[in-house]
């Protein structure tokens, strides 16, 4: 079994984020980046998959900061092989970063021929469209989405894949291989890799770098941004005042505009 | 696998399990006496499969693989009773705890949820909370004077104040961080912090048998210090303190280092005069280990509770040498629903119980993990209300009249 | 041709999602600031009843297809590449939910169209259509516009009130056949949720209860809130300490960390290890009876009264507005 997990780095939102100077997008150096939360699920279904049957991981990730830490994490979980994709821009859109990196899974030896490609469900920064289908479509390939079990067949020709559908119902589908995989949550948490671990392959072990072809095409995303803004938060809850009556069809009233009843 | 190292000083050779009992640190194991002191003073003792006098037969007969290999470890709080009780004063939770924890975790098929959590949080933020090291001083705007943070003003300064991730984030824990800066203003002591420099010292993943985040956040942490000239180094911090004191000399450490609570002891005459306030409390001293036993500062905090007017002063059985853990080291503070998944008795409750059977209405403290440990306990068991929780140093600002 | 636009209806099992009739109110308002009329676009399989409560559209455009008898992304956007080779809206809105996720992105991916994702609001300023978007967990708000046409927009649930979505008029029905190939991807069956076992983590809807609900017995006034928000009890640690929950409810520094659409604290106080776990719901309602608890400072809107008398008045309140519409 061949896997290929596509890693992305997202702004971490642990840290303030501001805006650019424009007014239109995130200022990139001010913030701090962390692995997309589905995109760790996915790494850790890939590993699940491979320690269960057998085959190789391959892990790629589009160059960005704190990219190599993750990737050697990757490594020090027992990823057979990372690889960096040097050449799009930081901040580049999700549409974007399927574009490149389909690119380089089409054409980089050992990269092509894979049974499953994973990648995380959805990320915080997914406007312009998600990863999953961006790179399905690229790569003419079957896609699902929202998948919380896969389990491959020995031949790798199809395998079953469970999707989340609303209030904890879940769909299993056959899927035939290969198929690209949006996944929600692997079926164990992501592990944890001490840090020694870490060390020690960041010592042993290298990142491959492979630059994608610099492309001429408008972008991709076809959208325009007109202005970005930090809602305000507010440091103190409404208080609804009256009686219980009151409060509480206030509050219906509250939930009901916001699509809750 | 690798083995474990020990670095005593990281020029000498490295000490592994496996040639730990060659070597003279690790020879000391040999003269147990298989007493079971250890295990019989242990507060997880009646759960503990593996208790240090068990670690050191399974070494001594070769068979140091099942210990490793079992989770149950994972309940040693590093509180350092066995090391403090000792007959033989082996470095029981010195040495030889963390060199078998660190193996231990290496075995670790899956690390409870929130344990792996806080050490993500800890590599990544300097903090287990997940709280932005950006905000690691906000704090110190809702003070009324100034406190000085060396990445801006970086002119030499008596004492660097190491605040410690609990005392920088948590409501409480600022509280107890007001209090401090109050102390250090009123007895014109020229002090200054980190600030968002500062990240945690590495001493609970150390204890747990993380030593690679250990040595990360060490290695950080002495080139910050290089950076900047300071007589000594205080801080709020229990198991700071501990990490710098001992397994941060390895490093390089040679920085005089004291706690808060035995250096405010020592202006004791000078802080007197200004404890004007009658506190009517009666008050109950939980020694925290680190200071207490591994340490022994046990006097320091009672001289200091003492000279508060109208504090009485009572004793839980079990206090100095003897004091029953909060449950908060080794990784304990993020180990509460995994212990209670396995039907452990929760330390802090155990704790919280003899405190209140005292009759105090106050349980003071000096580690930060006390307070969120000791409040929450009261609140499960249903005290909160008649018992609070205060660090010595919260008592001691209270005492006095603005 | 005069200008159209489009709202893909979702539907599951039989039921018209409630985020169909938010997108019909929200495409009903936008449709008539271009001039331009409402399509809501049915694909289904012997759904032709379906039709009959979208009438805030001025016509369902209804493809009947075996394959589309369930909801796969491949499949919907396939059909909608087909209906889009005859006609050409706009826009298109797609839900973004756990049913419709990925379609949206896969025929903007086939046809070289703009997607606008997590939308949360859309307007016309002249003569174009702009959407607001939120990001980054609810940090970000984009307004952004597209300069091709049809625009995909993902549409997050919550955008309008469903009612205004709503209509007693039958809408005319336009069929549409669509040739759909053999898929590489077959819903074998749905797995129903074990009874009793709930992941408070997917869930949409919590109703958290804390130490102010005071007793075992009086958790089924919490339950019955929680079956009629369509979400699920959970608690702080005291509670599930007390063992009237099991571990799997428990939500805070030691618990789980949940990030529901609504979060309902009853009689929760607020501490840092509690809030560590839900701070990032996207609403958060806060009942207790002391109005300094630190709940309140992150709570969006806030109760000061005791659990036991606001829940039973709050069930009873949700009660009589149901009868409005029945829809999933």
Redesign the interface.
Known sequence: MNILVVLRMVPDVVEELEIAPDGKSLDLEFGRMVLSESDDHALEQALLIKERSGGTVTALALEAREVDEVLFAALAKGVDRVVKITGPKEGATTREAAHSIAQVISSEPGLKGADLVLTGTQAINDLDGLMAPSLAQELSLPFLGIVTGLVPDSSARSTVAVKEFPRGVGGEFEVALPAVFGIQAAEKPPRYVPVAKVRAVMKSQRIDSVSAAATEEPSLSLLLVLEMTKPQPTAHAEILEGSPEQTASALCGILAERGLL | MGGATLSVGRSSPEITLENLLQHPKGQELLTCIQCGLCAGTCPYGEVMAYPPRRIIAMLRAGMLESVLTSDSLLACVACYSCMAKCPRNIQLTEVLLPLVKEQVFLRLAELPAELHKALDNTLRYGNPMAESPRKRAAWIKTVDFPIRILAEDPRPVDVLWFVECQNSYHPRGQDVSRATAKLFHVLGIDFAILGNEEKCAGECARLLGEKGLFETLTDYIMVVFSKYRFNRIVTSGAHAYDAFKHPYTAAGFKYEVAHTTPFFADYLEQLKSRLTRKLPYAITYHDSCCLGRHNGFYEQPRWLLQAIPGVKLLEMPHNRISATCCGGGGGGMWLDTYYKTKGYERLSERRVKEAVSTGADVIAVSCPYEISRFEDALKVLGYEKKVMVRDVTELLSEAMEV | MSAEYWVVVEH?RGSVS??TY?ALALGREVADQLGASLHAVLLGHNARELAATLGKADSVIYADDPQLS?V???TYAEALVQLLKSRKPKGIIIPL???S??A???L???L???????CTDVKVAEGAV?AR?T??????????????EPTILGLC???????KGLSDQRPPIEDFAVSLPE???????????EAGD??IT????LVAVG?GIQGQENLNLAETLAKQ??GAVCAS??VI?QGWLP?SR?VG???ATVKP??YLALGISG???HA?GMKNSA????VNTD?SA?I???????????VL??L???S???ES?KGVGSHA
């Open positions: 599951w409630q985020i938010e369930e796969v992304a491949e939910t756990n049913v996720l990925g949206g992105t896969l903007g991916a086939r070289g169209l703009p997607v606008v994702n997590f702009q978007c990001l980054y967990g609810g940090k970000i708000e984009s307004r952004v516009t597209t300069e091709r649930p919550g955008a309008r009130p469903s009612e898929p590489a991807i077959h819903l074998k069956k749905y797995i129903e949720p709930v992941d997917q869930q949409e809807v130490r928000l369509r640690r005291p300490d571990i428990q520094k030691s618990g659409k609504l501490a840092p290890e560590e609403l958060i309602v806060a109005r630190p309140f400072n992150i709570a969006h809107y806030g109760i000061v009264a005791d008398e606001v039973p008045a709050l009873e309140a949700i507005r």
